[in-house]
């Protein structure tokens, strides 16, 4: 089946410092990607959805200039937290869909000190 | 806009027992319905899913109908073993748009 990787697995950095974290589909080529963020014991909470070749589409009270997302290529998406603070704390997971499914990465979890 | 309202957890059982986990929706045009399983420290697993009224998702011994009457893709296991013990989420997918509307999660855990 397809496989979408995440990296790193876990992060933590200090506050005021930005992390990138990765997703890739392995095998496969996909022209949409969407990026969650999970908080302890809740649901997944959609943050944007990320296009290839072209801008982010991000959902309401999401903060685009904190979560910076680029989709350079059919492979790789990234999301850039920015100037990071404790409250940006949490399970980050990228889903990238191929044939009408949506596959999900292993997740990455962020610890801002 | 679309949601999903499952059942409240924890959900204790003990093994070999019954599972019910309940799901309704909300959704224009005719989403694709989904429940996935999360272990702990882990991304999200497909389960299984439906993509259109009247279809039953099977897999492991779990299965879900989608019910499209009733608004409905309740999660049911005739026996459940200690290995079930996950977070499971009942999510529906907007075929337009592509992406996924999830539940607040429903944690089960199963108890030798």
């Known amino acids: 089946g397809a496989v979408v990787s995440q990296h790193p697995s876990r992060v933590i950095c200090k506050s005021g410092t930005s992390v990138k974290i990765e997703c890739r589909s392995l095998?496969?080529?996909?022209?949409?990607m969407f990026w969650y963020r999970q908080f302890p014991k809740q649901s997944l909470m959609l943050m944007a959805t990320?296009?290839?070749?072209?801008?982010?589409?991000?959902e309401q009270g999401v903060e685009k200039d904190k979560f910076l997302i680029n989709h350079a290529s059919l492979t790789l998406s990234t999301l850039t937290v920015t100037s990071a603070h404790p409250e940006d704390s949490s399970f980050y997971i990228c889903s990238a869909s191929f044939l009408n499914e949506q596959f999900f990465g292993p997740g990455t979890r962020l610890t801002v000190l | 806009g679309n949601s999903v309202t499952q059942m409240e957890g924890p959900v204790t059982l003990s093994e070999e027992a019954f599972l019910t986990i309940n799901c309704t929706y909300t959704a224009t045009g005719y989403p694709s319905l989904f429940w996935y399983v999360q272990y702990p420290g882990e991304g999200l697993q497909l389960l299984l899913k439906a993509t259109k009224a009247d279809d039953k998702g099977s897999n492991k011994g779990f299965e879900a109908t989608y019910r499209k009457e009733t608004t409905s893709f309740h999660l049911e296991k005739g026996s459940v073993q200690v290995s079930d013990s996950a977070v499971y989420f009942c999510?529906?997918?907007?075929?337009?748009?592509?992406?996924?509307?999830f539940g607040d999660g429903t944690t089960l855990t199963v108890k030798p």
């Open positions: 095998d496969f080529q996909a022209t949409t």
């Open positions: 999510a529906l997918r907007d075929t337009n748009a592509g992406k996924s509307t």
């Open positions: 990320s296009n290839e070749g072209s801008k982010a589409t991000y």
